[in-house]
Every structure is written in structure tokens, then in C-alpha cells.
Nanobody, 131 residues
Framework: QVHMEESGGGSGRLGGSLRLSCTIS????????LGWFRQAPGKEREGVAI???????SVADSVKGRFIISQDRMKNMLYLQMNSLKSEDTATYYC?????????????????????????WGRGTQVTVAS
């Protein structure tokens, strides 16, 4: 079973930057989508950014141009660079994965389907943007 664990959360300043990391336990899957989700108090969990195993990316409109998702396949790491932070970015952030034995995973499809498409999750890390 693959495990995921987020790190790098904390307090960020309005307009500032934070970088989240997600450590993924070793696996042999070559087809997958990895993603970042967030959930603010009283709101549903929403997809932020998704990356395919081959590097194609889909990003939510709310963070487009500000957040960058990336992966290091050799290290089994997933990252989210968060720039130009806004107060509405305050949330618990989760990394998640959809692994498959064969066939592609499309990031745009995964982002649209949202959390129900992903079945491996980290526990989350809190990000608070202070004015």
C-alpha cells in the first residue's frame, strides 16, 4: 500500500510564498495522476493542481498563474509552490494519488472528477495566510 505525507505547511504572508512537499512511499506504478487538494473550514475539498506521470499538468482557475505543481520521480516527491498568497488560500492541503496498472491518467479529467477520483491520500497540512 502506498503512503503519502505532506510537509511544509504553516503561516504565509499575504503576497508571499510557501512550498508544500509530499513524500510518497516507494512504488512501481508507471501510470498515475498526483494531485493537491485543499479544504477550507466549512467548504468542500477542492482540487488545486494535478500532474500526470508524464508531466502534463492541470491547474484550478483559482490558483492559475500563482501555484506550480511539480514532481521528482526519482525521489518519489510531489511539490506545490504557492506564490502570491491570498487570504482565500487558507486551508488544509492534501496530496493524493490515482495509480493504475495500465492506461493513461489524464490530469484535466482527474481535476474535473475531483476527490472521488483519488484513493490514496495524505493526512493534510495546514496553510494559513495572514494579512
Amino acid at each position: 500500500q502506498v503512503h503519502m505525507e505532506e510537509s511544509g505547511g504553516g503561516s504565509g504572508r499575504l503576497g508571499g510564498s510557501l512550498r508544500l512537499s509530499c513524500t510518497i512511499s516507494r512504488h512501481t506504478y508507471t501510470h498515475y495522476c498526483l494531485g493537491w487538494f485543499r479544504q477550507a473550514p466549512g467548504k468542500e475539498r477542492e482540487g488545486v493542481a494535478i500532474i500526470e506521470n508524464d508531466g502534463d499538468i492541470s491547474v484550478a482557475d483559482s490558483v492559475k498563474g500563482r501555484f506550480i505543481i511539480s514532481q521528482d520521480r526519482m525521489k518519489n516527491m510531489l511539490y506545490l509552490q504557492m506564490n502570491s498568497l491570498k487570504s482565500e488560500d487558507t486551508a488544509t492541503y492534501y496530496c493524493a494519488a490515482h495509480f493504475r496498472e495500465e492506461g493513461p491518467c489524464y490530469s484535466d479529467d482527474a481535476l474535473e472528477k475531483g476527490e472521488r477520483f483519488f484513493y490514496t491520500w495524505g493526512r493534510g497540512t495546514q496553510v494559513t495566510v495572514a494579512s
